[in-house]
């Protein structure tokens, strides 16, 4: 119920940063985490986590030696976040992804999971954040996101040589979940 009442003030606050009243649901973490494979990540960052409804799962997941960031803008849910996750490291923009990875001396990510409202968001500062996550995806890794429209598909698909579509009616609202593919991995071209 708090986590409720903190997204219902951050959204009547700032509808434009915070993309739904209620954070999402176990139904949308399941359809978004399904892709990763765990064992081979090394290094995930999650934009726009808001109160963590992702963040615990992938927490509990994570294989050893695995490096987490946290991205996350809202004062408040950041807040909340550093309480909830003390050794997760939180910072606050995404367009920003290669400073923070170079700042713990690490090459690029192999996953990046949003729950950034791009929809909302002017055309250049989604650009940016887009430009920030290719820049730091790893050949072969994994952009996440989920959306409550189709809005987002051609800009993804102009961005990435695979973009797959799920859809789910168990959230509030029912949402798109884009996983995109980053370039080919070392194994597809050599062809392994």
């Known amino acids: 119920m708090q986590d409720f009442l903190v997204f219902l003030r951050r959204f009547i ?29 090394d290094v995930i960052l999650e934009l726009g986590p808001g109160t963590g409804a992702f963040t615990q799962t992938i927490y509990q997941r994570l294989h050893p030696g695995t490096q987490y960031v946290l991205v996350e803008r809202d004062s408040q849910f950041r807040s909340m976040l550093q309480s909830r996750f003390p050794d997760l490291p939180i910072r606050e923009e995404a367009t920003k992804l290669r400073f923070y990875l170079e700042e713990q001396d690490l090459a690029g990510a192999d996953v990046i999971i949003s729950g950034l ?30 959306q409550y429209s189709l809005q987002l598909q051609a800009e993804l698909q102009d ?32 062809g392994a």
């Open 13 to 41: 606050a700032e509808p434009g940063r915070v993309g739904s009243i209620i954070p999402s649901s176990r139904f949308l973490c399941g359809q978004m985490l399904k892709s990763v494979d765990w064992a081979s990540t």
């Open 117 to 146: 409202p791009f929809a909302n968001f002017p055309q250049e500062l989604r650009a940016a954040i887009l430009d920030e996550v290719q820049s730091v995806l790893k050949p072969g890794g994994l952009f996440i996101t989920f």
């Open 159 to 190: 961005r990435f040589p695979w973009v797959g579509i799920d859809f789910t009616l168990l959230n509030i609202p029912p949402a798109f979940i884009y996983t995109c593919r980053n370039g080919q991995s070392e194994n597809d071209q050599h």
